[in-house]
C-alpha cells in the first residue's frame, strides 16, 4: 500500500531533536539521543537541504538522511551523497514512505550538484544501487613481519588532535578510490578515537593508528586507520598488541594500495574479500552527465597507452534511467549529443560500478549480464579499471 505523506526539507532548529529521537528508538533502544544529535547528524556533513522528512500530520514518521562529501576517485572527485539513519516508524512500514523521501532526495540531489549516491542496507536494490564494494579484512601475525623500525614513541590522541589527523590523511590518501575528504564529522566523541599517533622532530604529527578491539571479536586488535610510515606503523600496533595481551591482529577498511597493506601483501597474511548479494556498501547514479563530464580526464590518461590510443567513435552508456555518449577521438574523450553508436554498453543501475571501479570490468559485465555491442567490452576494459574503492570507517555514514 502506498500513502502520500507530507515530504519536507529538515530544519535544523526545528527537527533535530525529533530526527536523533527517531533514530534511537530505531537503533539502540531509545537510548544516546545526544550523541545522535551532537555527533551524528549535528556538528557533521550532513545535509540539511537535500536529506527528507516525512510526516503524518505533526508527526514525524519517516526520516531519510543524506551526509554530502567529496569522494576520491583517483586524481579526481565526485560529490557523493552518503545515505544513513534510515527510520521508519513501525506503524507506517510498508506504505511506500521511504521511496517518496527517498526520490524526492534523489532530485533535489540531482539539482544540487551530486553524481553519485553510496549508502549500505539491505532495502535498496529497487531503488537503483548496485554493489560498490566489499568487506576487506587483513589478517596476520606479527612474528611474521620482524620489525625493523623502532617503536615510535605514540600516545593517545585527543579531539584537540582531529585537525592534524584529518591534514594528515588527505595527504596521505590523496588517490585512494573511495575515501572522503576530510573533515567529515566534526565532533567526534572522545569514546569513538582510539587513535595513537606520534611526531616528527619538529614537533608536528607524522602518523598515527587508529586501532580498537574487534566489537565480534574482543581478542583481535582491528587496525581501522594508518597514516604516516607504514613500518612505524606496524611497529605501534605490534606494542599496542602485546600490551593488550591480544591473540590475533587484523586491519580493515584500509584502501588497496595503502602502503601497510602493500607490505603486508609481500609477506604471509589472509586477505578476506566478504561478498555480499543485496546488502554491503551499494552505489546509485545521480547525475550520469556530470559524472563522466568529471571522470573524462582519467579516461584520457587510461587511453593513451592502450589499443584505442588513437581510435576515433563513440561509447553509448545506458543505465535504463540515464543514457550519455563519450566520444573518443585522438585520445581526447567528451559527452556528445551525436546518433546513437554502434558501441552500446547497456547496463541499468549496474553502471554505477564502472563509474567507481568496482570490479575487473568483465566482472561486473558477467554478474549483471550487460548488453554489450560493437567494441563496448573491450573500451570498457580501457575506461573503467578495478580501483579497489574503500570508505574509511571513520567516515562511515
Partial sequence: ?????????????????????????????????????????????????????????????????????????????????????????????????????????????????????????????KMGYARAWNYVTYRFKLEDFPLTEPIPAYQPLGLEHVPAMDALYNQTHATFTGTAIRPTFYNKHPEDLCVYGWQNVEGSLAGYIRAAPAEEEPKTLLCLEAAGDPLQCLAALGDLYKRGEYEKMACFTLPHLHPLLQYLRKGSCIAENRYFDISGWRVRIINLHSTLSKLAPLF??????????????????????????????????????????????RGGPEVARFLIGSDEPDEIIRQAGMECSGLAQPLARVLFPNLYPMLSHWDEY
Fill in 1 to 125: 500500500m502506498t500513502t502520500n505523506h507530507r515530504i519536507v526539507r529538515p530544519i535544523e532548529r526545528e527537527h533535530l531533536r525529533p530526527m536523533g529521537q527517531l533514530a534511537a528508538e530505531a537503533f539502540s533502544a531509545g537510548q544516546y539521543v545526544n550523541a545522535y544529535c551532537d555527533n551524528y547528524i549535528g556538528n557533521s556533513h550532513y545535509d540539511w537541504n537535500v536529506s527528507r522528512l516525512a510526516f503524518d500530520g505533526d508527526k514525524l514518521v519517516h526520516h531519510w538522511g543524506v551526509w554530502g562529501y567529496q569522494m576520491r576517485l583517483e586524481t579526481t572527485q565526485l560529490k557523493v551523497g552518503g545515505i544513513g539513519a534510515v527510520v521508519t516508524h513501525p506503524d507506517y512500514r510498508k506504505q511506500g514512505v521511504m521511496h517518496q523521501a527517498a526520490q524526492d532526495s534523489f532530485e533535489a540531489m540531482k539539482r544540487a550538484g551530486y553524481d553519485l549516491s553510496i549508502l549500505r542496507g539491505r532495502h535498496y536494490v
Fill in 300 to 345: 584520457e590518461k587510461r587511453l593513451v597507452n592502450s589499443q584505442f590510443a588513437g581510435w576515433t567513435g563513440s561509447l553509448q552508456m545506458e543505465t535504463g534511467e540515464q543514457s550519455e555518449i563519450l566520444h573518443i577521438a585522438g585520445g581526447k574523450v567528451s559527452l556528445s549529443d551525436e546518433m546513437p553508436t554502434p558501441h552500446l554498453l
